[in-house]
């Protein structure tokens, strides 16, 4: 198994757009953004180094404040540096009078992605990537059993997956929402209702893989459907969790409303076909970042489902073209009958039907294939 300093999914792209604009780096906390970021720099770089600059650092926030930079670095990094009020013009001005010889380099969590796009004075000198949590091939190239194994058991955040332990998985989970729900939330959103959000947090656990309905929600937490819509939208924007909508026509008399929710974190949910099911969402939501952020492609992840409750649980569309479809199973031999209904009736050109087992069925009909989920990553080349 590899060490937490393993190489990210990210650093050739990210290596490559150095030497042309700023990069910045979002994603969830403690996903990796600061490892990954001091990486560039000499070997065995930490945030001692000169060329780092972190905002909650309190001699950082001095010099950055009265502007005095690092000198004769290649490289400088810029760590939760948007909580700074005029970050904007701060890097505006030293990337437009550095920028032939000194490469820049942004990190930060929720409020640098959700701030970046009011008003945004530096289009165009950046490329912004979105960091996620580990996946198999990340941490297992070959796509090796117990990988995934300790993957399902401790999610993809590199603290706990690495430490590899029960008890600190425990404790890293209680310790990392606390921090989202009562540091990042409280700064990115004027929200007073904090105990009910804790609520909407622990009652989301159990809605993943289904359709959400915001009104029953609503209902159950005494509060109006626009309070709660806006309360998942924020977890949203945190990175706690992320909704897909439902693909279809007509044709197949798909439905149209309500969207599926799930967690970046999937050790959260703890019955295991649905979490598997979550991990699964986790790695088709990664591939279509990370195409739209090294290609340029408009990427969306939806799902299937007609009015009679037939279901596909992943459709992964490019340029709003279906490139292809998913469906989660704990081991079946045969391919669902859901997925035989839709490919029948639908332009999706490849269907997939994913198990945690190790036994490759292959094609049981025209473009319907039952496969590992290790060898679905390999044939796909997903991150």
Known sequence: MPSETMERYLRDPVEDDLSEKMVFVGGPRQVGKTT?????????????????????????????????????????????????????????GYYDTHKSHVAILVTGSARLDYYRKGGDSLQGRYHYYRMHPLSLLEVSPEG??????????????????????????RRWQREHQDRVVRDDLRDLENVRELSKIELLLEHLRDCVGSPLSVRNV??????????????????ERLYVCFRIAPFGSRKIRAVRKEKKLYFWDWSLVSDEGTRFENLVACQLLKYCHWVEDTEGFRMELRFLRDIDKREVDFVV???????????????????????????ARTAIPLFYQVHRGEKDYGSESADIRVLPFARFCLERRLP
């Open 36 to 92: 990954f970021a001091l990486g560039f720099l000499d070997a065995g770089a930490d945030e001692s180094h000169p060329g780092y600059l972190n905002w909650d650092d309190l001699a950082h926030r001095r010099r950055l404040l009265r502007a005095e930079f690092p000198a004769r670095q290649r490289l400088v990094i810029f760590d939760e540096i948007h909580k700074y009020a005029g970050w904007r013009n701060l890097l505006k």
């Open 144 to 169: 090796d059993r117990e990988a995934l194994v300790q993957l399902l058991r401790y999610s993809g955040f590199p603290e706990p997956f690495f430490r590899d332990r029960e008890r600190d998985w």
């Open 218 to 235: 609503s209902l159950l937490l005494q509060a109006s459907h626009e309070a709660v819509e806006r309360w998942v939208t924020i977890l």
């Open 317 to 343: 569309l490019q340029d709003g073209k279906p490139e292809f479809a998913v469906e989660c199973k704990t081991g079946e031999k045969a391919a669902s009958p859901a997925a035989r209904y839709f490919r």
